[in-house]
């Protein structure tokens, strides 16, 4: 089955980057939605990005609205992996960070109970 597995976390100062990538290691994932999810010691996991796309060709992200503006979802089909590139990063946004999959994509896309994939997760430590 899917297997998500997340790199590119890691220990940055306030302002500055991270590229986070989120890969299925059996090269079998067949859905149309994937996301990016995080979770800070005591919260609830909640929603961050996500890339849904259809065969009429469209491709469509959305974003929380804590992230609009400095992080950007994208995929490459051809890898069968999906980024989350993060800018101008805060204290607040340090997390674990989780990469999803859903087969079909779905309106309620910030719901981590839509997802069937899940991995490990990263840890980004944003200091101030």
């Known amino acids: 089955q899917v297997q998500l597995v997340e790199s590119g976390g890691g220990l940055v100062q306030a302002g500055n980057s991270l590229k986070l990538s989120c890969a299925d290691s059996?090269?079998?994932?067949?859905?149309?939605?994937l996301a990016w999810f995080r979770q800070a010691p005591g919260n609830e996991r909640e929603f961050v990005a996500v890339i849904q796309w259809s065969d009429r060709g469209g491709t469509f992200t959305y974003y929380a609205d804590s992230v609009k503006g400095r992080f950007a979802i994208s995929r490459d089909s051809d890898k069968n992996t999906f980024y989350l590139q993060m800018n101008n990063l805060k204290p607040e946004d340090t997390a674990v960070y989780y990469c999803?999959?859903?087969?079909?994509?779905?309106?309620?896309?910030?719901?981590?109970?839509?997802?069937?994939?899940w991995g490990q997760g990263t840890q980004v430590t944003v200091s101030s």
């Open positions: 059996t090269n079998t994932f067949s859905g149309m939605q």
């Open positions: 999803a999959g859903a087969p079909e994509w779905d309106s309620y896309y910030f719901r981590p109970s839509l997802y069937n994939y």
